[in-house]
Structures are given as structure tokens and as C-alpha cells.
């Protein structure tokens, strides 16, 4: 019996730790493979052209047909698709002789109410289907979850998402029932501190059904996840509020980015800074370019032409001899984030990319010919 338990526990861990490990896509000698988070090739370089991790498998090339790969590099879906999209929620797009399908890990076509144009499926397991321009939500057991009623659907937020009819902009749960009343001009996505939103020629935050509108703001920004103020605009310039649509640091900088730590970055026209939540200059003008300040309490900031990486206190800890940006080689990136994330920032350094780790250390010493972010 304690042998049976033994064994038991150790499969629930190492295959655990397996499914959980993160790898990163790289570009050697014009193949592509991952690599862990030490930096060692788990997948050398093998394939014409692949992917990045999503819901446990990958989608790589062989023989100018796509197919999925396992965390072993072995293909578990056989490579004869003309077309593929990431896998979520268990299922996958994928083109073939010129039809779009659903089809899950073990290859299965799922069949669908789908007539039209095909969508992902989300984190939730949820995808839009539309019937002559008009959309609504299937699930992956293919049961309708909302009748084909709104003009637009943008993606799913935090469990919400932004529904358009007739001009007008609300909001839905994942039941598909309404949120927010369809009757505001803009809306942001949803956010449990407050949602951004105009109705008519005012701009102002959503909080528990009621409106708080902003003085004089002309645009309103969503708030970053765990912030209590964003950012607005108020006759060209740039300041913060908080959930009661009042501000709290006047608007008198060009540009902005998020608080993040308790610091955001500031533009004055001339120099990125950043300030804190009482609108305190805490780091000084003195940036070509600066970005948010990352969990580790490392933010970018570009000094002429490179990026290199400061502290809270403003010291710069890692040189400024790196390239950032926001994106990868996957053919599925979208919106990954600049600076650090999980220990590691993506950078460019002189013609190769790469990791760094929070002392500058190129992840295993190592520089390839493109890399993306690290995901499961």
C-alpha cells in the first residue's frame, strides 16, 4: 500500500512538473527547437518552421504541412494541415483542402453549428460563430450558448467581454446574459475596479452600474490589472484618476503608461520619467523611452539608442546595450510584454536575441537567431 502511494506521488509530481515547464521557441541555423527555462534545447532544433507552446502542445512543420508536437518533440498529430491556429480549451483550428474544422488533441474533427467563419476557442472554452454578420458563442461540447444577436463581439477579459448592437457597446458574461446595458458610445474591457466608458460626449468610469464621469477627460484608458488609477486625457495632456472618475494627478504630461509597483512612466515633452501615485517625481526626466516597472521591480528604459534596466530607486542594474520589443518569431504572438516576465526578459543583443536574468546573465550564455517568450 505505501509503495502504491509512493508511486503514485511521484508520477503526480514529475508528470506535473513535466506539463507544467515552460519552453521557449527558438531559430539555430535556420531550425527551430525550445529551450527550458536553464537554457539547455529540451527540442533541438529540427523543424522548418513551429510555434509556441498553448495547452501543452505546439505547432510545427515538416514537409510544408503543419502538425502538433508534445513537449518531447514527437508528433502526436500527424503533420498535414495547410493552416493551423494554437490550441486552447483542448481544441484547435486547422486548415485542410481548404476547409477551416475544430479538432482536438486526439485529432477528432468536432462538429459544430459553424457555417461561417471559424474563431479560437478561448481560455474558457468558448468561441464566436456568426450567421449573416451577426454573433454569438458555442462552447466545445458544440451546444449554442448564445443565439447569433450582436453586431460584435470583441474577446473575453477577466470573464467578460464587449458586446456591440446597433452602434451601441455593453457587455456580457460568459453565459452569454448581459452585463452591461448596451447603451454606451465606447467601453473598455472589464476590470473589477472600474470599466471605461463614454456615453454620449462624456468619458468616465463604470463602477457597480453607475457612471462616474471625468471632468473635461476626451479619452479614457483601462485600468492595469491591480492598479487603482488610470490614466485620461484632458485638452491634449495626460493624467491619472481613480474609480470615482476624480483626478488625482492633473493632467499635465504628453505621454503616459500604467502605474505598475506604484510608479508609472511620464513623458514632459522632452524626457520619460516616472512618478508615483501622488504625482511625485521619484525617477528623473532623463529617458529616450521608459516602460512599465515589471514584479521583479525592473523596468526598461531606453538611454539614446538601447534599452537597459532600473530599479525603483532609479539605478540602472543592467546596462543599456539591448534592443526590446514587444512581439516574437511565433506566428501566434500577440501583445507579449516588454521587459521582465517569470525571471527573464526577451532582448536583442547587437544582432542575435535572447534571455537575460536579473543580473544581465544571457540565459545558458547563449544567443539565437530569434526567440520567443516562454509558455506552456
Known amino acids: 500500500m505505501k509503495k502504491t502511494t509512493l508511486f503514485i506521488l511521484t508520477f503526480m509530481l514529475t508528470g506535473g512538473m513535466f506539463f507544467a515547464q515552460e519552453l521557449a521557441l527558438v531559430r539555430e541555423n535556420d531550425q527551430f527547437g525550445y529551450i527550458d527555462t536553464s537554457g539547455k534545447f529540451t527540442i533541438k532544433p529540427q523543424f522548418e518552421k513551429a510555434a509556441s507552446f498553448s495547452d501543452g502542445l505546439a505547432a510545427a512543420m515538416k514537409n510544408d504541412k503543419w502538425g502538433f508536437i508534445d513537449k518531447s518533440g514527437n508528433f502526436i498529430i500527424e503533420a498535414k494541415y495547410d493552416r493551423v491556429k494554437p490550441f486552447m480549451s483542448g481544441y484547435a483550428l486547422v486548415l485542410e483542402e481548404k476547409q477551416w474544422n475544430y479538432i482536438g488533441k486526439n485529432g477528432q474533427v468536432l462538429q459544430t453549428p459553424v457555417k461561417e467563419k471559424y474563431y479560437d476557442f478561448n481560455e474558457d472554452g468558448l468561441a464566436f460563430y456568426s450567421v449573416e454578420k451577426q454573433y454569438g ?78 471632468s473635461g477627460a476626451d479619452k479614457v484608458w483601462d485600468f492595469p490589472e491591480g492598479e487603482k488609477l488610470t490614466y485620461a486625457r484632458k485638452d491634449k495632456l495626460i493624467g491619472f484618476v481613480n474609480n470615482k472618475g476624480e483626478w488625482v494627478i492633473a493632467p499635465t504630461f504628453h505621454k503616459a503608461r500604467a502605474f505598475s509597483n506604484g510608479l508609472a512612466p511620464v513623458f514632459n515633452d522632452d524626457d520619460w520619467g516616472f512618478i508615483d501615485e501622488t ?64 525571471g527573464f526578459a526577451r532582448v536583442r543583443f547587437k544582432k542575435e536575441w535572447g534571455f537575460i536574468d536579473e543580473k544581465g546573465n544571457a540565459l545558458g550564455g547563449k544567443w539565437y537567431e530569434n526567440a520567443e517568450v516562454f509558455s506552456e
Not at 169 to 183: A, H, L, N, R
Open 137 to 214: 458563442l458555442i462552447n466545445t461540447k458544440s451546444e449554442v450558448i448564445l443565439t447569433p444577436s450582436y453586431d460584435a463581439i470583441k474577446p473575453f477579459v477577466n470573464g467578460y467581454a464587449r458586446v456591440k448592437k446597433s452602434g451601441k457597446w455593453g457587455m456580457i458574461d460568459k453565459t452569454g446574459k448581459i452585463f452591461v446595458p448596451v447603451e454606451y458610445d465606447e467601453i473598455g474591457d472589464y476590470n473589477n475596479n472600474g470599466i471605461s466608458v463614454r456615453k454620449n460626449d462624456f468619458f468616465g468610469i463604470l463602477l457597480n452600474g453607475k457612471m462616474n464621469t471625468i
Open 279 to 342: 504625482g511625485k517625481e521619484v525617477i528623473p526626466f532623463q529617458y529616450r523611452d521608459a516602460e512599465t516597472f515589471a514584479e521583479n521591480g525592473l523596468a526598461p528604459v531606453k538611454v539614446k539608442k538601447l534599452w537597459g534596466f532600473i530599479d525603483k530607486s532609479g539605478k540602472m542594474v543592467i546596462p543599456d546595450e539591448y534592443l526590446i520589443s514587444a512581439g516574437g518569431l511565433s506566428i501566434f504572438s500577440k501583445d507579449n510584454l516588454k521587459g521582465f516576465y517569470n
